[in-house]
């Protein structure tokens, strides 16, 4: 049935019945302008509906419920010339949207005959109305419906679809080579998010996309990807186009669309508002007629349109009631629709003559269209580049958080506009867009599996209330451990002289013991001592520290001489969730005092005497029999995200000796949601959305651009895309490349054919003409293809050579991939709220965008593949500066689960390089230290000397291997 389901009206449908049409909105005349001898044509059965008429206007084919013992739709056709119906379906089972062969010999259907249960569910419907109830216009998307031929007799039935899920809503090609159909087989094929289950039980129509084959049933390929329920489609009169009607993702909106018959140049024809369906165009091709319930949640009206959307829609209709499924005769003079209009409130099929040239005349008066979304152009402009940055950007999207609901609606967005770009999806899964892959989005402490208990030292057990007396932290291992109490005083570790040098362990024995250190730093120091032990009081480090001294776990208590004195540690969520090896707690300023308190001490006297760096004073302090009993669990929460890759394909099949090869583009489109993590927000700024329109809708904006842009131009001048054309946008990026890691790790294309990756990250602050263009040292080739455009473009280049950046260039360059990144700079805005649609250069995002394209269209044109060069190391500064050893490894940032550093690779000529280290090792043990993530890795950096060999131990294959390493200096 090309239909939708009408069972529940929301909010907005029912504010429809008072939003008025525009003045004019039908001829004077009102239904007599349009249509004259309007009459009830069947009149048998219950209900009938949906006709359509053979390409000679002899016949008409249509559905109804008229078969003694089957509650449901059969298929009939009636001859115009005999008056007679004949069936044509077998009989039993659901059948819906027939439609005739431009030839006439054959017919197609959507029937559930074959089904085992159908005839089960003939009687239960039956038994249904027989107990007096009634339902509302409905269809339950039946996942046995298939498409069938037959000769008009129905003999010679042919099975053409066998998917699972609903097939239906048919029609052939006026040359009736092909067939265009809708499906919801996608609920049923692949996997499935949380939402989509949920949705796949209360609104399959949810999952209904277009779909067109071959007329023998081969070659059946998905036309559209949008979130929300595609279906009822028609080609148009010519055969170069397809009409059908989309609902949003709610289903409580639907517009009239057409396209190519590829998918592509998808163009919306109205802006309704309302519930615009069963569109049909006339044999003219000057106008579409549809139906939709503009006036009324339940009063469908039919309506006119051009053809084009260039104006505003002409009621045809003017009654109460349901009007729809319009379909005008081969000729054009003859309009035949469904209608309640019968004594019995009961659908039948009405026949009227149509006026085509007065409804030529009432469109030409009808008022142009103020598009709800403006059609954008295929060639890159600032207004398209404003719109895809402004809704990216919106605080509607929250920020675009990885695994967030606003990120979803990203992903929309990006799906839609490469569908209608006619690019191909390269997914995870076959038709899709999506790559799919996990991530650890947060953590949380599991209530009944932590706990801390002080052993009998007062004559019984002694339970601390989680939350308010002792916290796991984020990075805490979990584990049960008891032992006895050590105070460290502030856990520190700083090589050097009295006076240069810290250390709060010295002779003290923590070996299997529970250590208790305060936080933070000595309070009573100077700016320039704080600022030199500052480095080495980070929780983590003081976790690590306390592990390689051999403790079972780590207590950290606020003092009450630091700020916020006795208040718990937050379990703020932490990336990268690398673990510590121990567990590490949190306890209150009460807890912590009380301690201490059993030996006569108090927490403000030793943490006084520590402040003031008296040498005198106790720093460290054994507690026998304060013994405490410890068990921590936290759960590591799993989300799914998903990167959005499309292809433009290239010209010619891959060949033996010639494989498809591919330029591939990339931007990420996730950023900082609230700035839970990463944000660099003031205080005032706290729990504000971070839209990121430079960071990085600007990106994203620039790769919607191209993909128009480019797919336009490979239309036109196919020849010049002898190679693909890769769009990937990346989520999980703030959170340390995570995706583009992922994609690098299971591509969906052979890397090894990619001859270049060309990322987009924060191109849209464009000052005083500066444009970066960064990684110019992986290939020999970059110099010359950017000079060349360059004279055109007229930027003021700054090319940096170092590939290693902090982006996602880095996931593929290790691949042996060539790499070019462009940037604008950074800015006082970056990863705060600030960073909105209104701080762009727009017409400077145009002019990069045209400079890219152009780029990529001399890479698509084949000619020699850009050599690959490895860089030995950066010639750029950066936060890496404050380590001053330098071994020239790259970690894998975004790995989880793996006990050590995993590298992605080595850089040219380093320390790494020379001592044997390879892309895909994972460093397990150095200079003398246990690794177990990449902080233990970074801390042991730090101790080592320079030009003096150290042994590091890595896995590889499984199998421990160890080398040699000479640090270097990093310059």
Not at 347 to 358: D, E, R, T, Y
Not at 691 to 703: E, I, K, P, W, Y
């Amino acid at each position: 049935m090309k239909g939708h389901s009408f069972n529940k009206p929301s909010a907005l449908l029912i504010a429809t019945l008072f939003a008025a049409a525009w003045p004019g909105a039908h001829a004077a005349e009102g239904q007599g302008a349009f249509l004259s001898r309007v009459r009830q044509l069947t009149f048998e059965g219950r209900r009938s509906g949906e006709g359509y008429f053979s390409t000679d206007g002899s016949k008409l084919i249509f559905q109804s419920e008229r078969e003694a013992g089957n509650p449901f739709y059969q298929i009939y056709t009636l001859d115009f010339e005999t008056g007679d119906s004949a069936r044509v379906s077998p009989g039993h089972g659901k059948t819906t949207c027939a439609f005739f062969h431009p030839s006439g010999g054959r017919v197609l259907f959507g029937s559930t005959h074959h089904d085992p249960q159908a005839k089960a569910k003939q009687k239960a419907e039956l038994d249904f109305r027989a107990s007096g109830k009634q339902r509302r216009y409905s269809w339950d998307y039946d996942k046995t419906m298939d498409i069938f031929t037959a000769n008009p007799n129905g003999t010679d039935l042919r099975q053409l679809t066998t998917a699972l899920g609903y097939d239906a809503e048919a029609g052939f090609s006026p040359d009736g080579s092909r067939i265009i159909f809708s499906s919801t087989r996608s609920a049923y094929a692949g996997k499935l998010s949380d939402e989509e289950k949920k949705l796949r039980e209360i609104d399959l129509s949810y999952f209904g996309e277009i779909y067109i084959m071959n007329a023998d049933g081969s070659g059946q390929t998905r036309l559209t990807r949008t979130p929300g329920y595609d279906g009822g489609p028609f080609f148009s009169p010519d055969g170069s186009r397809i009409v059908w009607r989309r609902f949003n993702k709610s289903g409580t909106v639907a517009e009239i669309h057409t396209m190519k018959l590829d998918g592509s140049d998808i163009r919306k024809i109205t802006s309704f508002d309302s519930m615009s369906w069963a569109p049909y165009f006339h044999p003219s091709g000057d106008y579409i007629i549809f139906a939709s319930n503009k006036l009324g949640f339940t009063n469908f009206e039919l309506y006119l349109v051009d053809a084009l959307g260039q104006h505003k829609p002409i009621r045809v209709t003017e009654r109460a009631g349901f009007d729809g499924l319009p379909v005008f005769s081969p000729d054009g003079t003859q309009l035949c629709w469904t209608s309640n209009a019968t004594p019995e409130k009961q659908s039948q099929l009405f026949l009227a003559k149509w006026n085509h040239q007065g409804s030529l005349a009432a469109l030409g008066q009808a008022p142009e269209r103020e598009s709800a979304q403006a059609t954008l152009s295929s060639d890159v402009s600032i207004d398209d580049l404003k719109e895809h940055v402004t809704f990216l950007a919106s605080d509607d999207l929250e920020g675009r958080r990885t695994g967030s609901e606003g990120i979803r609606k990203a992903a929309d967005y990006i799906r839609q506009h490469l569908a209608e770009s006619g690019l191909q999806p390269i997914g995870s899964e076959k038709d899709s867009f999506d790559h799919t892959f996990e991530f650890t989005g947060g953590v949380e402490l599991v209530k009944q599996e932590n706990r801390m208990i002080l052993r009998g030292h007062i004559g019984e057990d002694q339970a601390f209330e989680l939350g308010k007396d002792f916290r796991p932290l984020a990075f805490s291992a979990n584990g049960v451990v008891e032992g006895e109490v050590v105070f460290a005083g502030y856990g520190l570790t700083k090589p050097g002289e009295l006076g240069v040098g810290y250390n709060s362990y010295g002779d003290l024995d923590v070996k299997d013991k529970i250590v208790m250190v305060l936080r933070y730093v000595p309070e009573d120091i100077s700016v320039d001592r704080r600022q030199k032990l500052n480095r080495y009081a980070g929780l983590r480090y003081k976790a690590l520290i306390a592990r390689n001294n051999g403790a079972k776990a780590l207590l950290v208590v606020t003092g009450p001489n630091s700020p916020n004195p006795g208040a718990l540690a937050k379990l703020s969520f932490d990336s990268s969730m690398a673990g510590a090896g121990i567990p590490v707690i949190s306890i209150s300023g009460e807890v912590g005092n009380s301690l201490v308190q059993f030996y006569g001490k108090s927490l403000k006297q030793l943490q006084s005497s520590l402040d003031k760096e008296n040498p005198h004073a106790v720093h460290k302090l054994s507690l026998p029999g304060i013994v405490l009993s410890i068990k921590t669990s936290l759960k590591r929460i799993r989300q799914k995200d998903s990167n959005l890759v499309a292809v433009l394909p290239p010209v010619g099949p891959a060949t033996a000796n010639k494989p498809t090869e591919y330029v591939m583009l990339g931007a990420h489109y996730d950023h900082l949601g609230r700035g839970e993590t990463g944000g660099f927000g003031v205080k005032a700024e706290e729990g504000m959305v971070h839209n990121g329109a430079d960071d990085n809708a600007s990106g994203v904006a620039t790769l919607l651009e191209m993909a128009s842009s480019l797919a336009k131009r490979r239309e036109d001048r196919p020849k010049e895309f002898q190679r693909g054309v890769i769009f990937s946008f990346w989520s999980g990026e703030e959170l340390g490349l995570i995706g583009s890691a992922r994609y690098a790790a299971k591509p969906t294309v052979n890397l090894s054919n990619v001859v270049a990756y060309l990322n987009f990250d924060m191109v849209g602050r464009l000052r005083d003409n500066k444009l970066t263009l960064q990684g110019v040292g992986s290939s020999s080739s970059w110099k010359k293809l950017i000079e060349r455009r360059n004279v055109l473009a007229g930027f003021d280049l700054s090319l940096q050579q170092d590939p290693y950046l902090p982006t996602d260039t880095t996931s593929f360059y290790p691949k042996g991939i060539p790499v070019l990144a462009w940037f604008t700079g950074s800015h006082k805005e970056y990863h705060r709220p600030g960073d909105d649609t209104d701080t762009l250069n727009f017409e400077g995002l145009e002019r990069i965008t045209k400079f890219a394209a152009n780029i990529v269209r001399d890479l698509a044109e084949a000619g020699d593949r850009p050599d690959y060069l490895k860089v030995e190391k950066s010639d750029q500064g950066g936060s890496r500066d404050a380590i001053r050893v330098y071994l020239g490894t790259i970690p894998d940032y975004a790995s989880e689960d793996v006990k050590g550093v995993l590298l992605t690779g080595v850089r040219g000529g380093g320390p790494a390089d020379k001592a044997g280290l390879k892309g895909g090792d994972v460093i397990v043990h150095f200079a003398g230290k246990d690794i177990t993530n990449i902080y233990d890795y970074t801390y042991a950096l730090d101790a080592v000397k320079i030009g003096k060999p150290v042994g590091i131990e890595v896995l590889r294959k499984g199998k421990r291997v160890k080398l040699s390493i000479t640090p270097a200096a990093r310059k």
